[in-house]
Nanobody, 118 residues
Framework: QVQLVQSGGGLVQPGGSLSLSCTAPESTLFRFYDVGWYREAPEKQRDLVATLTVGGDTDYADFVKGRFTISRDNGQNTLYLQMNSLKVEDTAVYYC???????????WGQGTQVTVSS
């Protein structure tokens, strides 16, 4: 079992920025795992936002390309999502994900609300 603890998020006006963090405080193998961010808007399915593999490859959903940046600090067991030029439609609960490539197991953070509103 891998515990993931999220922080960040909140309320921001359109065009503003927010950052999210996700830490695996007890993991000793964080650097061997793929990581990602997903989001779930009310009454919608959970969508992939961005992923970052062990090898450093990134993938972004079209709706965030050029605005969001995923990164990681393996020394701190932490995953980040920098969100710029936020839009009202970015409003959702954001979840961090850790994927173990060898076993295909997934672990999730507790979720963080991001609200973009004027």
């Amino acid at each position: 079992q891998v515990q993931l603890v999220q922080s960040g998020g909140g309320l921001v006006q359109p065009g503003g920025s927010l950052s999210l963090s996700c830490t695996a405080p007890e993991s000793t193998l964080f650097r061997f795992y793929d990581v990602g961010w997903y989001r779930e808007a009310p009454e919608k399915q959970r969508d992939l936002v961005a992923t970052l593999t062990v090898g450093g490859d990134t993938d972004y959903a079209d709706f965030v390309k050029g605005r969001f940046t995923i990164s990681r600090d393996n020394g701190q067991n932490t995953l980040y999502l920098q969100m710029n030029s936020l839009k009202v439609e970015d409003t959702a609960v954001y979840y961090c994900n850790l994927h173990i490539p060898t076993t295909h197991r997934d672990f999730w953070g507790q979720g963080t609300q991001v609200t973009v509103s004027s």
